[in-house]
């Protein structure tokens, strides 16, 4: 419960509320009622009946495909009630949202795909802007971007070294070569780097200042500052310079083939990775995919069993009328039956008591002998026409004609007086 109190509705307050509320009465044409329905239209998965063509005109599909597989789907699945019907819309809702859910799994890839096209198409513009001849010697003076890629850094390198062993050849010393150079090595410097930047130190600065002074006060000045020899760099040290350089830049001509064998490898890998793309949406398309892979399963297999009931109705239970399969059983079972009078029926039902009664008798006895229970059971089933056939005839209901028909059975064990067999 708020402790704020509520302000009283004065008649200026409700007059304000009245005058406000006429600002945001929503949309009042037809028009504007049915598109603002779409408004939190985001996949459509769970839209309305009434505003499913509307969704799938927002979302880039078309309905008429939607009506054709839902009529391809009756035709199929045959004819039938409104249950049968409803069961066919259903499923071809589901086949439309698996596809839906197929087409947003291949805009994942596509995007994924887009996303590595851009990156070696930003690779490919770096690569362009520190790639340049040997002969743009005003290059040293241009302070190109840094780049994280690492075949591009190569790529800058080699293209500095290249003008730096240019001018090296011509004889033109500057102090930009030194310091462009020291800024591209930065963390990488090297034994023979470390060469190259002592003999570019000593052929650029040191030059310049003998320029200005007498060599006495140029070699007192560097013998306090750095401690090297006195003496001016020669053209043996140039062609040392220049063996290094040449050193220098096929081993980085050989990292850079490496770095780009290694991207090459690497943008097919991220190629390969974008038919998988990985994240929370990949994980939950997935399983809605699986969960309409289940439903469509269980439509159609109710659909199968009510075509399967509907060719095949059930036989009704015992009891009930079914109509002429009863008839026709009635039929076969009779047929089985032979034709006697009622004494005939009398005597035989009179004849299977006994023979239940001895049964129960003889099974009580042997009960503990499996192989005596199996002999009872192929007694029965040989002497049961004989028993039933001397019974008749003692009884005065058959003769002997009729004794020799019923007994179409030989008795495999001899039979005694009583009618029992004897072991």
Not at 108 to 124: E, G, K, P, T
Not at 335 to 351: H, R, T
Request: glycine content about 6%; hydrophobic content about 35%; overall charge negative.
């Amino acid at each position: 419960m708020s402790l704020r109190k509520s302000p009283q509705l004065t008649p200026a307050l409700l007059a304000a509320a009245r005058q406000n509320a006429q600002h945001s009465t929503g949309p009042r044409s037809a028009t504007a009622k049915q598109n603002s329905k779409l408004n939190a239209l985001k996949h459509g998965a769970y839209v309305r009946n009434e505003n499913q063509r509307q969704a799938m005109l927002a979302l880039g599909e078309d309905p008429e495909q939607f009506q054709t597989l839902t009529e391809e789907l009756m035709s199929a699945l045959g004819p039938g009630d409104a249950l049968w019907e409803k069961q066919i819309e259903d499923l071809a809702w589901l086949y439309c949202r698996r596809e839906r859910v197929e087409r947003a799994e291949q805009g994942l890839m596509r995007r994924a795909l887009q996303a590595v096209d851009d990156w070696q198409h930003r690779r490919q513009q770096e690569m362009a802007r520190v790639t340049f001849d040997a002969s743009q010697h005003e290059m040293l003076n241009v302070d190109l971007p840094e780049s994280t890629d690492r075949g591009v850094a190569l790529r800058k390198m080699l293209s500095f070294l290249e003008v730096v062993r240019e001018q090296i050849k011509q004889r033109t010393f500057r102090q930009r070569q030194y310091a462009v150079l020291e800024s591209l090595y930065r963390d990488m410097i090297g034994w023979r780097a470390a060469l190259i930047f002592r003999l570019l130190h000593r052929f650029s600065d040191p030059l310049h200042l003998r320029e200005q002074r007498e060599d006495e006060e140029y070699r007192q000045m560097v013998l306090r500052e750095t401690g090297d020899a006195c003496e001016p760099p020669g053209e043996p040290e140039r062609q040392e310079l220049l063996r290094l350089l040449e050193e220098e830049i096929a081993s980085l001509r050989k990292e850079f083939e490496y770095a780009e064998e290694a991207n090459e490898e690497r943008a097919a890998i991220e190629r390969d990775a974008c038919l998988a793309p990985e994240g929370e949406t990949w994980s939950m398309m997935l399983r809605q995919e699986a969960a309409l892979d289940r439903s469509i399963d269980r439509k159609v297999r109710i659909l199968l069993r009510l075509r399967k009931e509907s060719t095949n109705p059930p036989i009704a239970p015992t009891g009930q009328d079914d109509g002429p399969r009863v008839g026709s059983m009635e039929e076969i079972v009779d047929s089985d039956i032979p034709s006697y009078n009622s004494q005939s029926v009398g005597a035989v039902e009179d004849l299977k008591l006994n023979e239940q009664r001895g049964n129960v008798i003889e099974n009580k006895g042997s009960g503990l002998e499996n192989r005596v229970q199996s002999g009872n059971i192929i007694e029965n089933k040989c002497t049961y026409a004989q028993n039933a056939g001397m019974l008749l005839k003692t009884k005065g209901v058959i003769g002997n004609a009729e004794l020799h028909a019923t007994s179409k059975w030989p008795s495999t064990l001899p039979v005694s007086d009583d009618g029992r067999s004897v072991r």
